[in-house]
């Protein structure tokens, strides 16, 4: 079963140096369709131009420091994410408020 906040090793070839992960976002409620909304982790030292306080916040994920991309939220395939190799699910204020900033424009974790 799929869980809100899982860590998958990105599927793509092509991109996975930068984003080596990306972050299902979707709530369990919405699993009858084909299609998971995910953000990719993106190596810090490959995207220190993107770092924008609220929009894409720092994570430390099996000791590397990554950003998550809010701006590159996404829409994949569900098959393509099959184990999960861990959980952002501690980090669920910080993402969700990542989404309403990019949304709403304004921050509400200080």
Do not use: W
């Amino acid at each position: 079963m799929i869980a809100q906040f899982d860590v998958y090793p990105n599927p793509s070839r092509n991109t996975r140096e930068a984003f080596p992960y990306i972050v299902d976002i979707q709530n369990p409620v919405i699993s009858d369709i084909n299609t998971r909304i995910v953000i990719p982790l993106g190596k810090l030292k490959c995207f220190e131009n993107e770092k924008m306080k609220g929009l894409t916040p720092e994570v430390k994920y099996d000791g590397e420091k990554l950003l998550l991309l809010t701006p590159q939220i996404a829409s994949i395939p569900s098959k393509t994410l099959k184990n999960p190799i861990g959980s952002l699910s501690h980090l669920r204020d910080e993402i969700v408020a990542a989404i309403d900033f990019a949304i709403t424009g304004s921050q509400m974790l200080g």
